[in-house]
C-alpha cells in the first residue's frame, strides 16, 4: 500500500484508531500495557527539558510523520530541529480530516531523532523500523526495551550503535548536550535522570549548538 492509499483510508477511522505504514505494510499494534505506559514519560520528560531550553527545538509523542511513499508512522516520542531553524523535516499544510473539523497537520520528513519504548513491538522496533527510519534519514533512533530491560541508541547515519559510558551515561551525537542516564530510565530515577540532562546542558558543546540554533531565531 502507498502512503496516500494508507493516509486515505486512515483519516477515515475512528479518532483511537491506531495504525502505521512501515516498508508498504499495514501494522495495527497492541494496546499498550502499563509497564509501556510508565515508561515512556521518563524518557519524554528527559527530551522535554532539554528540548524546553533549547531554542529551536521541538518534542512531541505519537504524532504521525510521513517519511516516504511506503512509511507514515507514529513513533512514541519525537525531537527534531524546528523547520524554521534548518531541521530536516517540515510540516504538511494544514487539512481538515472531515467537513467543519480544524486544519490538521502532520511531519513530513524525517525528523532527526526518533524514539520507542518496546514490549510486544520489540521485534519490529528493532529491526523492520529501524531499517526504514534509516533509509528516511532518521539520524538516531532510541529503543527503550522493556523486556529484556536494555536501551538501544543508534547513530542512524553512520550505521553505528552508541554504548552508554562508564558512567551509564549515553551521550546524543545530533543533539550536542543531550545526555540520558540509562538507570534513569529504566530503573526509573527521575532525579538521576533530570541531573543527568541538567549536568549535559552545562557543556561547552551544548552552548554552542544553543548560539547556532539562535541565530535562526534572529
Known sequence: MTQKEFHRLYEQMPEDYRAELIGGIVYEPSPLGWDHGRSQPYLN??????????????????????????????????????????????????????????????????????????HTSRAIDLHLKKERYRLAGVLEYVVVCLCPRRIYWFDLRNGTELNCGGDGIFRSVIFPGLWIDGEGILKPDYDKLMATVVAGMQTTEYQDFCAKLARFKR
Not at 533549547?54 to 524546528?82: C, F, K, M
Not at 510540516?91 to 467543519?100: D, I, L, M, W
Not at 502532520?106 to 524514539?115: Q, T
Open 45 to 118: 520528560a528527559a527530551l522535554l527539558a532539554y528540548a524546553g531550553r533549547t531554542p529551536g527545538l521541538e518534542v512531541g509523542e505519537n504524532g504521525t510523520a510521513i517519511l516516504s511513499n511506503e512509511d507514515e508512522v507514529q513513533p512514541d516520542l519525537i525531537l527534531r530541529i524546528s523547520p524554521e531553524c534548518g531541521g530536516q523535516s517540515g510540516n504538511t499544510k494544514p487539512r481538515p480530516r472531515r467537513a467543519g473539523e480544524p486544519g490538521v497537520r502532520y511531519i513530513k520528513g524525517a525528523p532527526e531523532l526518533l524514539a520507542e519504548i518496546a
